[in-house]
């Protein structure tokens, strides 16, 4: 059996540097390519609500450790972090002037996905896993020379316009057929009871500002309610109502850091028929008001941009 080989300094070394020049300053730094950011972070960031968009977190130097329930997500020069759906947790991030914490974000594809999971499929490449909506895997000498690429190309607007996207798409493949990957195709191909969750998560996504009940989402995912109640936990540690306005004040905190919208805009934005009833509920979730949040986002978050992935980005 022939075990992946980890990833050698070398490699590491070449990576932070280009990094380094293409994320200059503090903060989410654009690319080229509209689903690829660059993040630099020159100090440490305390445990803080987030939820992920699908996508692929590739941390070249610096540390960030993800809480959901009982498990921990270390991602760094080490470990990349990969997520198949959306998931709330929290997160917090090791990082210095001295050592600064330097990051890509790729968010997923779908259609590049889909192709490479047709193609797999195609070549027999079938492996039966549990699907994992979230996992860390570790670093391997062949992911690494594909990242090595792809940011020397990126370093070059003319390369990474026109090599840029086929590098992803090996990025894609590495993760896909990596040591996690058949979980991680499980997830995205909608299979078992997996599937009927995401069903559900993407309805709360694409309608979270509407009247949603547990009774509508255990019908459009084809559960009974005690089933539907047990397999969305699962899948997210949280219950769907938890998950609904985890999703809406996600959403409401994004329009305000980056429409500067009032809070009582926001929240009826978002489905909140009530300002103090979100006010209270805001707080509770990121221990400050909406008026303090929005000034935290900013200063930490290099505003206007917070980011794909700090901060939700929906994906319609």
Known sequence: MNLPQPMASDVEQRMIARLSALAPVEGYNLSALPDVRFLRSNRPLSRTPVLYEPGIVIVCQGRKRGFLGDDIYVYDAQHYLAVAVPVPFTMETDASAEQPMLAIYLRLDFQVVADLLLQLEEMHCVVDAAPKGLFSTAMDARMGESVVRFLEAMSSPLEACLLGPALIREIYFRVLTGEQGASMRAA?????????????????????????????????????IPSFHAHFKSVTN????????????????????????????????????????????????????????VQWMKRTFAYPDPGPSELYVSSH
Not at 188 to 216: M, P, W
Not at 247 to 260: I, Y
């Open 238 to 293: 949280t219950s769907p109502m938890q998950y609904l306005k985890s999703t809406r004040l996600h959403q409401a905190r994004l329009l305000m850091v980056r429409n500067d919208m009032p809070a009582a805009t926001a929240s009826n934005r978002v489905g909140y028929e009530s300002p103090s009833h979100f006010g209270r509920e805001f707080k509770r979730l990121f221990g400050r008001t909406p008026v303090q949040e």
């Open 188 to 224: 995205l191909t909608n299979k078992g009871q997996f599937g009927k969750v995401a069903t559900a998560l993407r309805r709360i996504h694409r309608c979270y500002s509407e009247d949603l009940s547990v009774e509508l989402l255990a019908r459009e995912a084809n559960m009974s």
